[in-house]
């Protein structure tokens, strides 16, 4: 099974492990695991963790979860991520990056 990893405005990056795909849901992104014969996100599918949308800068799908042996804290400051203060910022930066008119 595949996972998500989260990173959040106040720099910080969370990896959300043993989950099938996310969604928008009002002002939070839910991460779900559907099961194996699913296809899609339905009222089967089971939510494993929340996170406010307003605070997610970025979400990268990770294929190989982290063996929990090696897991000691599923909260790591990433510092090059403080650059991006407001979201306006991050789609500047985005935009500039790519030159989209």
């Known amino acids: 099974m595949q996972g998500f990893e989260v990173m959040l405005k106040s720099g910080k990056s969370v990896r959300v492990d043993d989950v099938d795909a996310y969604q928008p849901e009002g002002p939070m992104t839910t991460f779900f695991t559907v099961g194996s014969s699913r296809q899609v996100i339905d009222s089967w599918a089971t939510r494993v963790a929340s996170y406010r949308t307003a605070d997610i800068v970025a979400i990268q799908r990770c294929s190989q979860p982290v063996p929990r042996s090696l897991v000691a ?23 500039e990056h790519y030159a989209l008119a």
């Open 73 to 95: 804290i599923d909260v790591v400051e990433l510092p090059e991520l403080a650059r991006y203060d407001t979201e306006r910022d991050h789609n500047e930066r985005y935009n």
